[in-house]
């Protein structure tokens, strides 16, 4: 199986504040990469796919970058709604695998 | 416009099955490539795949609930179903169903449905 490790697993930002969280794959997933962002009693979201390609009506504040085993998500500008648990997962194989989360908080 | 809604039961017995309904609007399970897949999240823990089937019945488990697990599809009535043998507490989750296509990510998901394991 291929174990997805996210860092960190929470962050502390304020409204404004760039945030980076880190996702690695224990082995070499090309860029079958996808970030989602779960809020509690809400349909999951898909935010980027392909390591970089930004989901269709999510905000360009949202960017995605990385192949092979690092990759990393970047809110530009967090927005008061960016306040979620965010999760990678790979798409190389099977077991697809997620990531442990990283918790974006005030 | 996709939707997937979960339905089910919202608590089950130490050891019972599980039962599990997603259905889904908006796309076909007939259609090449697309697939539909259940994740869980037990309460305050991460993401975890379960299953997924395609629209040609190829069926995929997570290797360590494979004996455990079984999803079916009826193209028919648009539903997915997943069933969970000998459940047990630490089973607690909220169990989404989610859309995907070839080899994609998943890209829609239902709100999820909570299951309680307790006696």
């Known amino acids: 199986d291929i174990q997805m490790t996210q860092s960190p697993s929470s962050v502390s930002a304020s409204v404004g504040d760039r945030v980076t969280i880190t996702c690695r794959a224990s082995q070499g997933i090309s860029s079958w990469l996808a970030w989602y962002q779960v809020k509690p009693g809400k349909a999951p979201k898909l935010l980027i796919h392909a390591a970089a390609s930004l989901q269709s009506g999510v905000p360009s504040r949202f960017s995605g970058s990385g192949s092979g085993t690092d990759f990393t998500l970047t809110i530009s500008s967090l927005q008061p709604e960016d306040f979620a648990t965010y999760y990678c997962q790979q798409a190389k194989s099977f077991p697809l695998t997620f990531g442990g989360g990283t918790k974006v908080e005030i | 416009q996709i939707t997937l809604k979960e339905s089910g039961p919202t608590l089950v017995k130490p050891t019972q099955t599980l039962t599990l309904t997603c259905a889904f609007s908006?796309?076909?399970?007939?259609?090449?490539?697309?697939?539909v897949g259940w994740i869980r999240q037990p309460p305050g823990k991460a993401l975890e795949w379960l299953a997924l089937?395609?629209?040609?019945?190829?069926?995929r488990y997570s290797p360590s609930l494979k004996s455990r697990l079984t999803i079916t599809k009826d193209t028919s009535k648009n539903q997915v179903v997943l069933t969970m043998t000998n459940m047990d507490p630490v089973d607690t989750a909220t169990f989404y169903c989610?859309?995907?296509?070839?080899?994609?990510?998943?890209?829609?998901w239902g709100q999820g449905t909570l299951v309680t394991v307790s006696s």
């Open positions: 908006g796309f076909s399970l007939l259609t090449s490539g697309v697939g």
């Open positions: 989610a859309h995907m296509r070839g080899s994609g990510p998943f890209d829609y």
């Open positions: 089937i395609y629209w040609d019945d190829d069926k």
